[in-house]
């Protein structure tokens, strides 16, 4: 086969493609611009063939890895029967949609067992916040229409999701006013803690509370919350006691964020299971689909789709015309019988404690802030001054660091101010002991090349 023309291949994307968090598409920018070819295991290969070690387990999406065959094999099996017939109208269902469906009521907790599909994390929790909604009304509280959301908690770009982020990075005055729903609550973060000094006294948790009866019990239809956030923030035992207990007192549906801690990616199928939590809602985005096909769903208990059951007009008003396809669907129960017959959940708990050691090597240096991890997600946060916490840089040094961990053979990004570390199941930890080490020479770099400026 004749190779393609790179250089023509980079030339087009900086003429013609858009593409989001990336300022380098421009032909005059000088920025270096990489194309992946070709992935396997941990591996994602460029045009000239460099390997690099996949930190980013394919921006959070992926347990099993690259270059799955089972994957393709199901994939391909999908399109050559029949790519797909139709959004539902007519009233013929998939095979693949009623297996997965199946296999994820098997694997959730409680009485969570009615899927709903989308293409995305964002649309899933767009639809999330519209069966709260409908919920309500429903059962008597149409006047319920408010969403909690914690601080910094990123949920999604689209209008709704972005309206109950706190995530500063995708909030922005330009997009004032937002869905007028979210009402902001505290992170359950200790590191930045602003609520209690010293020892712990849930503050984060009594503030959800004082905003409830702020707010009124009446207007709020739900809250949105990742039990372990992505940046590997575990809150205070005895947090999510007193969240459920507020959320059951007050008939506000819980809706649980899963979109990148879902299938074993903090040592248990769900974050929900480090607390034996039930939630109302649970919203499900990159990990399921593992990257190969777009795919999100929500699964609600039995209680809530119930109340959507009984006359036309009780229906749930959303759908997507390419929601619950079967290739996509197809690809998602590949990859969830990986994780299962390789008991990737289990390795990601039993390598936990090794990952979350070799991280800890790094608390040597002075931008190390704090060190979290769980499972295989970790977060080291950089900051320039222990006392204040100042975060260590923004876009620009972000950009730097990121070119050095690309340039040492990490397929890793940096913020400027974090590095968020969520690298495939299916890692050793000779894998392991590569990185740290990259970070150790990129955090060095930092140091002398970037703190001073
Ligand atoms: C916790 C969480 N929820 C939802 C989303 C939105 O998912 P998507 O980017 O697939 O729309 C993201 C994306 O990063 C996320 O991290």
Redesign the pocket.
């Known amino acids: 086969m004749p190779q393609p023309d790179y250089d023509e291949l980079i030339a087009s994307t900086k003429d013609h493609s858009w593409l989001s968090h990336n300022p380098y598409t421009d032909r005059n920018d000088p920025q270096q611009l990489s194309i992946a070819v070709r992935g396997e295991g941990c591996y994602i290969f460029d045009h000239e063939g460099k390997q690099y070690l996949d930190a980013t387990g394919s ?2 999406c992926s347990a099993v890895g690259h270059g799955r065959q089972e994957i393709a094999d199901a994939v391909s099996k999908q399109i050559h029967a029949l790519e797909f017939s139709g959004s539902g109208l007519v009233p013929f269902i998939n095979a693949p949609s009623a297996k997965l469906s199946q296999k994820l009521a098997d694997l959730c907790p409680g009485s969570l067992n009615r899927v709903f599909y989308t293409l ?6 767009e639809a999330a916040l519209k069966i709260a909604r409908q919920y309500h009304a429903q059962t008597g509280n149409p006047k319920k229409y408010k969403v909690l959301y914690r601080n910094y ?6 209008w709704g ?1 972005m309206s109950v982020s706190g995530d500063p990075a995708i909030r922005s005055k330009i997009f004032e006013p937002t869905v007028p729903m979210g009402v902001m609550v505290p992170e359950a973060n200790p590191f930045r803690c602003l609520h209690c000094s010293k020892t712990c006294n849930l503050g984060c948790a009594r503030s959800i509370e004082e905003t409830i009866k702020y707010e009124d019990p009446d207007s709020i239809a739900a809250i949105i919350v ?1 039990p372990i ?2 940046m590997a923030v575990v809150p205070p035992p005895e947090y999510w006691e007193m969240v459920v207990s507020l959320c059951r007192k007050n008939n506000i549906l819980l809706i649980a ?1 899963e ?2 801690t879902a299938f074993g990616r903090t040592g248990k199928w769900f974050a929900v299971n480090h607390w034996n939590i039930v939630p109302d809602l649970m ?1 499900l ?2 990990t399921l689909g593992a990257g190969y096909m ?1 795919i ?1 769903a929500v699964i609600g208990t039995e209680e809530i789709y119930k109340v959507f059951l009984g006359s036309p007009e009780k229906t749930l008003i959303q759908s997507h015309t390419l929601g619950n396809h079967p290739v996509v669907n197809a690809a998602a129960l590949a990859n969830l019988e990986i994780i299962e017959n390789e008991g990737l959940v289990e390795r990601s708990a039993s390598l936990g404690p090794y990952f979350k050691s070799q991280l800890e090597t790094l608390n040597k240096h002075q931008i190390t802030g704090d060190i979290r991890s769980i499972g295989l997600l970790a977060q080291i946060d950089l900051i320039k001054d222990h006392n204040t916490k100042e975060p260590f840089g923004g876009s620009i040094e972000g950009r730097q660091l990121t070119r050095f961990m690309v340039d040492n053979g990490l397929y890793m990004r940096c913020s400027g101010h974090s590095l968020n570390i969520h690298p495939s199941l299916i890692i050793t930890k000779d894998q392991i002991d590569f990185m740290v080490d990259v970070f150790d020479k990129t955090l060095t770099y930092a140091e002398q090349e970037l703190l001073t400026k």
């Open positions: 921006s959070h995305s994390g964002s649309e899933a929790v908690a990123h949920h999604g770009y689209t999701a990742e956030s992505k964020d979109v990148v919203v985005g990159k777009p999100g």
